[in-house]
């Protein structure tokens, strides 16, 4: 009988601990402000991509090219990778071409990534499913003018428990007719974790 | 033909000197100017310091071209020793309304009693007044 009390009492004990353990452990959820100085770890993060897109279309729209009011019709392509860890620099690119884009002084053909989707669909409209004079005709894409692209290096060190991080994003935009390069600019961080 | 190109490059000079005097500082290019008056009172409009940041606007240059706003704004660090802060420009169209894009917090790390001047320009012709944060 008392060995019975002392096991229960022992049982509710662990369960009330472990209750207490649980709860006090819990994860609190909170929202942030996106736009707010990320700095979670060294690795390439949410600042990074977003500093690097904006100085970017800043530098573009006072390109002769862009800032001449000839709304040139631009595609986009690879951004390489040349660093160390995995950035997605689709993302980088689809930044830069959404605040191109809300500027209003360029415009984009279809590009590489989405050329499959508008192929598939241009012919899906060729269907007799569809009302002929409504379809869209093929042979009628417009094609760029000119091509974005660029690449992002790093540069890492470590020693004595610092780690120092650079990277440098380049983006060209070179005249798809004539191959010159019309403009070029870099944004170059710095992040050092110790 | 010596006399007679004389004159002219008088008024010539004369008339460089007056387009000269005539043109405005950079500062009083930038918008709000006549309605702050000043460049002080204009830098009180234009800046908001968050968090009381050891930093100080001290003087503010715009200019437009090709339909866009470019700023200049030069701040010191008020401090003798790094200072790391963070700031963005707010854009307005010329109603009033807020620009569409929100910028991203630019982090800036200033050395001891750096003068540094951050530079940038509008996101588009709709964006006509801006506004500068810095944040600690």
Redesign the interface.
Known sequence: MRIRFVVRTWLVAVVVVALGVAGGCAKQVRYG?P???ETVNIDFGS?DL??IA?AM??SL??SPVV???SRPIVTVQDVKNKTSEYIDTRAITDSIRA?LL????VRFAVDEVGMDEQIDELERQQSEYYDQEQSAEIGNMVAAQYRLQGSIISIVKEADGVKDVYYKFNLQLWNVRNGLLEWSDEKDIRKTES | MKSSAFPVMIVAVLLAACQTAGEPKPSESCPGFEEAGSTSALEQRKVRYLDQPDVRVVEMRCVR????L?VDVDIVNERPREQRI?Y?FEWFEANGMSV????????LLLYPDQLQTIR??S???DAQDFRVVIKR
């Not at chain 1, 809300?102 to 002084?105: F, R």
């Open positions: 402000d736009k707010s100085v600042t977003q500093v904006e279309t800043r729209l006072q800032g001449g009011g605040e809300k500027s209003g002084q | 071209s090709d339909g866009l470019r963070a963005r569409d894009n929100e910028e991203v917090w630019k982090p940038t320009v996101p588009g012709a």
